[in-house]
């Protein structure tokens, strides 16, 4: 049985990687969630051990003591062919290790949120909520790419009751933030200030149309929905 388990590893194997191509494929685009990741990772231990086993036993077994080095070379090939078949998910793992845990372990997370928002806070906590808006202003001027100060801002100008800038600087994220997640979040964001603060209803409809269609899996979907029922 042991052997039977052994030699049907190698096929799984190559149709394991296939399976979680997809698999991963389909999930990275919702979330950015490590579980499905580290799924995979275990699985493909699990079934490379018992295959690299039989690929190179197997092999050398057959060829004798004379065919040893062409076990090897026939084992290598067979081991290499199973990574073949999962180097898609392997890149996809390898990808996510490099973004959330590399970053996270080396803290550059923190230090791309911080950087100088410490000033800002600071000065929202003290209620100066023009020096507060002008600090982040700032850090929008240094880093145009940076997608946390425009949001932060923007709270800061509905907090200032100024919703019409504040919708300016989430139009304005809208137009060049590229992650999913950022972008359904701001969207959302920016139909709750037309709709509560500027109590232009059809705007935010729209842009919590757009949520529906766009992002139909995420839970702002499931709230934009609620909102639309209430606003017909």
């Not at 494929?25 to 295959?51: C, D, H, K, Q, W």
């Not at 392997?90 to 959330?100: M, T």
């Not at 100024?162 to 972008?183: F, I, M, S, T, Y």
């Not at 766009?214 to 017909?232: D, F, S």
Request: hydrophobic share 45%.
């Amino acid at each position: 049985m042991t052997a039977l388990i052994v030699k049907l590893s190698f096929p799984l194997l190559c149709i394991y990687g296939v399976v979680w191509a997809l698999v991963l494929n389909a999930f990275r685009t919702e979330r950015r969630s490590s579980i499905p990741y580290m799924i995979y990772f275990f699985g493909f231990v699990g079934l490379a051990v018992p295959a690299s086993s039989w690929a190179y036993g197997g092999a050398m077994g057959a060829g004798g003591q004379m065919g040893v080095f062409a076990g090897v070379l026939v084992g290598t090939f067979l081991v290499t062919v199973a990574f073949m078949f999962n180097a898609i998910p392997i890149l996809f793992c390898v990808g996510q290790i490099v973004r959330v845990v590399g970053r996270e372990a080396a803290g550059l997370d923190q230090m791309t949120r911080r950087k100088s928002y410490d000033r800002a806070e600071g000065a929202e906590s003290r209620g100066d909520l023009d020096e507060a808006a002008c600090l982040y202003r700032e850090e929008m001027a240094a880093d145009p790419a940076d997608t946390v100060a425009p949001r932060r801002l923007a709270e800061v100008l509905v907090k200032a009751t100024k919703p019409e800038e504040a919708v300016a600087a989430l139009r304005d994220l809208l137009e060049q933030v590229k992650d999913p997640d950022e972008a359904c979040s701001s969207m959302f964001r920016l139909a709750e200030i037309l709709d509560e603060q500027l109590q232009d209803r059809r705007a935010a409809a729209e842009l919590y149309g757009r949520i529906v269609k766009e992002h139909p899996k995420r839970r702002l979907a499931e709230y934009a929905r609620q909102r639309l029922g209430a606003n017909t």
